[in-house]
Structures are given as C-alpha cells and as structure tokens.
C-alpha cells in the first residue's frame, strides 16, 4: 500500500509518541513475546487504519483501545493453549505438571495481595484499576478507552478501590494491652 509523505511522517510520529507507552502496557499484561507481538500488532493495525485514526490525544486513547483489544485476544489464545497442554498431558498421564506462562512471580507479599485482591474484582473492573494505576490515564481517557462515560468510570473505580482497600486491610491484627504495673 503506498503512502504519501506526509502519511508515512504522520504514523512515525504517532508511533514516536506513543510506542514506550504502548509497550508498558503491553508488558503489563503479557509475556514479553507475546506482549512483543501484540506491539507489532497494534501498529500493524494503527497503520492499516491510519486514515480511521483521531489526531493528537484521541489518536492516543485509539491506540489504547486498539491495545486493549490485542492484549485482550493473546491472552484469550494463551488460555486456550494452556487448556489445551493441559489436557493433552492429562491425557497422556505423563505425570508431568503444566506450567501457566501467565505465572508472574511477585518479590514482595504485598504486591502479591494487592495483585490478588485486584483479581477478585471483574475483569472489566480489573481494566479499569490498571489504566488508571498503570497507564495514570484521567477519567475521561479511561472513558474514552473503554467507550463509557466519566461518570461511569468515577463510580465504577470508587467501587473497585473500595472493594479492593477492604481487601487489603490487616488481617486480625490485635494489639494486646500490656498490664501495667
């Protein structure tokens, strides 16, 4: 497909822009191949579509779209792979244990509990958290990406931070008066 100049000058600066942000993204929620290989997809598609794209923010808050989209259906084929292995080797009764490639080891216990009470939350509320912690996107951004109003997003995050700070709260820690003398 050709391009005109200002075509091709107009994608290398939307991919400048916004590749380190794509890519976080990406890695965020994917395996390095993968999340490589939905980067590349991600472009593929910003360039296809090119004329489709909005300039400036909303050109951003596309990609993102886009992203949630790509990320969205590596993981659905990573799932569907990891079933699949599963089953052939149960099958097989090899005695052999399936590693989950969606495995992230944590370092520290509480990123494990806040990664664990996140996952409690809906998938599309899981979203919503990362974009704003991950991706620091305004209300209106989010709104954008995921195609609700900002209204929504505010309820629908205050709901999901609530649920998840209840979550994380010190579990049965009593202090225990010392008698006095």
């Given at each position: ?59 951003r808050l596309w990609l993102f779209g886009v992203a949630r989209r790509v990320t969205s259906t590596t993981q659905r084929g990573t799932r569907r792979r ?100």
């Open positions: 497909m050709d391009r005109s100049p200002s075509a091709d000058a107009r994608f290398r600066t939307m991919y400048e822009e916004n590749y380190d942000a794509l890519r976080d993204y990406c890695l965020r929620r994917l395996p390095t191949d993968d999340a490589n290989e939905a980067l590349a997809e991600i472009f593929l598609v910003a360039w296809r579509r090119l004329d489709d794209v909005p300039a400036g923010d909303q050109g990891s079933r699949l292995t599963a089953k052939s080797m149960a099958q097989a009764d090899t005695g052999a244990v399936a590693i989950d490639t969606e495995t992230v080891v944590v370092r520290r216990s509480e990123d494990a509990r806040l990664l664990e009470a996140i996952g409690t939350l809906r998938p599309s509320d899981q979203e919503l958290v990362r974009l704003k912690a991950w991706e620091e996107l305004s209300h209106s951004d989010i709104g954008e990406v995921l195609g609700i109003s900002s209204h929504a997003v505010d309820m629908r995050l205050n709901r999901a931070l609530k649920k998840v700070a209840k979550i994380m709260r010190p579990r049965n820690h009593k202090i225990m008066n010392s008698p006095r003398p």
